[in-house]
Nanobody
Framework: QVQLVESGGGSVQAGGSLRLSCAASGRTFSRYAMGWFRQAPGKVRDFVARISWSGGRTYYADSVKGRFTISRDNAKKTLYLQMNSLKPEDTAVYYC????????????WGQGTQVTVSS
């Protein structure tokens, strides 16, 4: 089992940057594929990015491709999301999640961190 805690959210103007972190507890962080999701007010939670257990494979939603970068440091048990060229439509609560096996579901979730982008 793994527990996840996000940090790094905040308020930024359009065009700015933020880096989110997701700290994991437990000894098996490196076994999990990890993902970032976001949920805007009144909307469903959407996929943002995913990274394989080794960090060798990454996947992005079209809406963030070229602007966001997902990465991980297994030694530090930490997942990152570097967000550049932020837009007001990126405003949402961002969640990290851990996936034990390949498939559509994620098994563990953090509590979320708010990102607000003003125009």
């Amino acid at each position: 089992q793994v527990q996840l805690v996000e940090s790094g959210g905040g308020s930024v103007q359009a065009g700015g940057s933020l880096r989110l972190s997701c700290a994991a507890s437990g000894r098996t962080f490196s076994r999990y594929a990890m993902g970032w999701f976001r949920q805007a007010p009144g909307k469903v939670r959407d996929f943002v990015a995913r990274i394989s257990w080794s960090g060798g494979r990454t996947y992005y939603a079209d809406s963030v491709k070229g602007r966001f970068t997902i990465s991980r440091d297994n030694a530090k048990k930490t997942l990152y999301l570097q967000m550049n060229s932020l837009k007001p439509e990126d405003t949402a609560v961002y969640y990290c999640a851990a996936q034990e096996s390949i498939g559509p579901t994620y098994d563990y979730w953090g509590q979320g961190t708010q990102v607000t982008v003003s125009s």
